[in-house]
């Protein structure tokens, strides 16, 4: 299973009137563990995009225990998975001090520049192989 | 069953560099829906609030279909039941021309300005009796 | 001069915790009324676009008078002028009631696919003329 | 002159379907920038707003030389100066590998919880007399 966990600190942008961050939010921090864990694991979403692979988000949902606030400081943990061989799912931990405030999943395709959906680059085959394969 | 329609039009800010709108901007467009709907009840949201009732999500989701794109005139169709006495949800569809290009919901709890869960205002009652009851 | 209103309606999602609308969403409606603008005189941008031209934002302004709400129903107001034959300015009102509630202008210039910078399509002949002629 | 350097990464929900950062994204980018500026001076805008202190933007602007791009790693510079005893000025410089990409400013007024102008805190005097004493 992959993982990876990055800090986000809370932007007065992402707050409401309600004093709390906006529930839609929480997928860009999302974005931001994804990103950082196709880093680590050697292929940066940029370069993946420049070889005409793309992964958009087919599905997407998130379930929050209590709000995170502006300037919360806040840990994304993400694991990666790959339910079959041309999709991949992440699911995601927002975590203040140790506790959980929220959870969420997107599952994404591999396709080419023209949105068709297409066999993953090479990189992955070996997390495929040990997850769908 | 609650049910209402508004119709949107996509926004450049909206798009990201896949061409698409970026799966986040759904919800802002749920939202969108969703108070329509509660104007339509004779309850708008600013009122319920100004009246000390708070409406966040819990939970949300969206699946997406087909992508939208800029300028795209997209109707938004939302029903709203109450699986509880202080629980809403709202299921929404996004449409293009009568095709469905999206699906989604959101559970919200019925709040005090301080975040304690509370029963909804009488408004609702008739709709809850129903659903709920 | 060339010159449209809009109408928009202020979004949950536009709030931030101070209760009014964060300033940066202001250049979000600035597009709605820019957008609208061009569809007035014949040339939606999606259009442009499609065409190869882009009106990329060369610099941006805004002040704000009194602050937007949360359901705000807002008019905005744009006049176009082109500064030069390559250039496009657009001032920005936007209105609440009849009161001025912000102010702002954006700066574009015509350029191609690749960002080179580039003569406007001929159906902005006329207007520059009058303008930059 | 007070100084702070941030750095950001740019998410990809901060790009639009021209391939680039949208221009209003700057904004969010510089209040990354303010706000770690405040906290490098002691006085965190979270403990502000604690002590019943705002700083809502008056007026702002942004220019752009070249554009952003998913991935980038940028330096938001911030300067802060205090042009009149209520007022709070911040300019801004975005660099990318020692390049400016963009500059900009936020003009801020200290108001009360119900919006009245006050007269700043008094941490800020020392910086206020230099600039506006």
New interface residues.
Partial sequence: MLKSKSEIRV???E??????V????Y??WF??GR?NLLDDIGV???QLEEKGY?L?????????RS?AF??DRLIIEVKVHFPSFIRMKADYEVKRDHNLIATGS?VHAFVSKK?KVVRPPAEFNEFIKKDAG
């Fill in positions: 932007r007065y942008e707050t409401d009137q309600m004093g709390v906006y529930h839609a939010k997928f860009n974005e931001v990103i940066p979403y940029k793309f958009p988000v087919l599905s997407c949902e998130a379930a929050f709000p502006f300037d997107t949105g």
